[in-house]
């Protein structure tokens, strides 16, 4: 049972170069969530989509965009990544709306040079 | 504004010894608060959910509460193994998002 994935778990990458972090869950939820975490901050919303095609801007959107053609996916995109964006990010899922229970993955960490 | 505080920042116990986290919310129209845990280098894992004041949820040496405007995670005679950062967030309004705190990371010791 995998649950909810993220691939890569660790990247180094350097400033200006485009990112492209991988979010896969099995449930088939039709909600999925990308989280930043920051020491001093707590998770801070990017972007959510409550299902395939349908999108929504959080608290902290700018520089980043999301997509999502099939329900178990939902990339997150550093179109042009800043020393900024150096972050632990965390995907997650939960079946219908926010007040049931999300479920997240296990975290990329996002080193920008 | 902060709309979602934990207290302690951090918390040092020793095994056996009982105590209790906080999370305080300014939020307005509270649909649900949640509790989670997370071990270093790992996504949150769900702890509990908690809908409307005077309930209380329990887990093993866990037992969240609610009232109108904060809950607590009563943990009691804890263990090594329950060294952990504990989350709360809240869900209100009509917005589809939770809003977290930063969390309470507690470590206890033999």
């Known amino acids: 049972d995998a649950g909810i994935t993220q691939s890569p778990r660790y990247k180094i990458t350097e400033t200006g170069r485009q990112v492209t972090l991988m979010c896969h869950q099995t449930?088939?939820?039709?909600?999925m969530f990308w989280y930043r975490q920051d020491l001093g901050h707590g998770l801070r919303l990017i972007y959510y989509s409550a299902a395939a095609d349908i999108t929504d801007k959080g608290e902290v959107p700018d520089g980043y965009v999301v997509s999502r053609s099939k329900t178990e996916n939902f990339p997150l995109t550093l179109e042009s990544a800043t020393r900024s964006q150096t972050s632990v990010y965390f995907c997650?899922?939960?079946?219908?709306?926010?007040?049931?229970?999300?479920?997240f993955g296990p975290g990329t960490r996002l080193l920008v040079l | 504004e902060d709309q979602v505080t934990q207290s302690p920042e951090a918390l040092r116990l020793q095994e056996g010894e009982s105590s209790s986290l906080n999370c305080s919310y300014t939020v307005s129209g509270l649909r649900g608060l949640f509790w989670y845990r997370q071990d270093p280098g790992k996504g949150p894992e769900f702890l509990f959910t908690?809908?409307?004041a005077g309930e209380e949820k329990e887990k093993e040496r866990l037992k969240a509460t609610l009232t109108k405007k904060e809950s607590f995670l009563h943990i009691t005679a804890p263990k090594p193994e329950d060294s952990a950062t504990y989350l709360c967030?809240?869900?209100?309004?009509?917005?589809?998002?939770?809003?977290f705190g930063t969390g309470t990371r507690l470590q206890v010791t033999l």
């Open positions: 908690l809908y409307s």
């Open positions: 449930w088939s939820h039709s909600y």
């Open positions: 997650a899922s939960s079946r219908l709306e926010t007040q049931e229970t999300q479920y």
């Open positions: 967030a809240v869900h209100w309004g009509t917005a589809s998002k939770l809003t």
